[in-house]
């Protein structure tokens, strides 16, 4: 038989690979970001709800104990404790820990609709704390003062 007599054809390529439809390792990995993201998504939230609610039980505690010791004072230092440690949890350390005096007060005002802090709230934030002949506390002032930290805890 004569080589040049058979009916041979050229040699043909395959098609290229197509990158569409994925192969099931990557559907698989997609799955798995995907679902990592989303957890890592609502345990972020959850944690901050958590954080909230438990300054918000603390500040319930600081009205009770006020109430039953009727001490301005410490009641003062423990709110202004209560949202220091909050605002360092949420803003960073290096952010809010030097903060003190007129610049603590705009830093609790900053991101509200009104100034949640001003005038004599400012005042019993700033001084009450650290007098030891501090006037005490009327019952709407510590209302007061408990609503706005409410509000701010609120806006975080």
Same mark, same amino acid.
């Given at each position: 038989?004569?080589?040049?007599?058979?009916?041979?054809?050229?040699?043909?390529? $395959?098609?290229?690979?197509?990158?569409?439809?994925?192969? $099931?390792?990557?559907?698989?990995?997609?799955?798995?970001?995907?679902?990592?993201?989303?957890?890592?998504?609502?345990?972020? %939230?959850?944690?901050?709800?958590?954080?909230?609610?438990?300054?918000?039980?603390?500040?319930?505690? /600081?009205?009770?104990?006020?109430?039953?010791?009727?001490?301005?004072?410490? %009641?003062?230092?423990?709110?202004?404790?209560?949202?220091?440690?909050?605002?360092?949890?949420?803003?960073?350390?290096?952010?809010?820990?030097?903060?003190?005096?007129?610049?603590?007060?705009?830093?609790?005002?900053?991101?509200?609709?009104?100034?949640? %802090?001003?005038?004599?709230?400012?005042?019993?934030?700033?001084?009450? $704390?650290?007098?030891?002949?501090?006037? $005490?506390?009327?019952?709407?002032?510590?209302?007061?003062?408990?609503?706005? /930290?409410?509000?701010?805890?609120?806006?975080?």
């Amino acid at each position: 038989m004569n080589p040049e007599s058979l009916p041979l054809r050229d040699i043909h390529l $395959p098609t290229a690979i197509s990158w569409w439809p994925l192969a $099931p390792g990557w559907w698989l990995l997609a799955v798995v970001i995907v679902s990592l993201l989303g957890w890592a998504i609502w345990r972020y %939230f959850r944690i901050d709800a958590r954080r909230r609610r438990v300054a918000q039980q603390r500040l319930v505690g /600081c009205h009770r104990e006020w109430r039953q010791h009727q001490e301005g004072r410490r %009641f003062v230092a423990d709110v202004s404790l209560l949202l220091r440690r909050y605002a360092i949890a949420v803003d960073g350390r290096e952010r809010v820990a030097g903060l003190a005096g007129n610049a603590w007060i705009a830093h609790l005002n900053s991101g509200q609709a009104g100034e949640l %802090f001003g005038g004599r709230l400012a005042g019993h934030l700033l001084t009450t $704390p650290y007098r030891g002949d501090a006037e $005490p506390m009327t019952e709407a002032e510590v209302l007061n003062l408990l609503s706005a /930290c409410r509000q701010w805890l609120a806006s975080k």
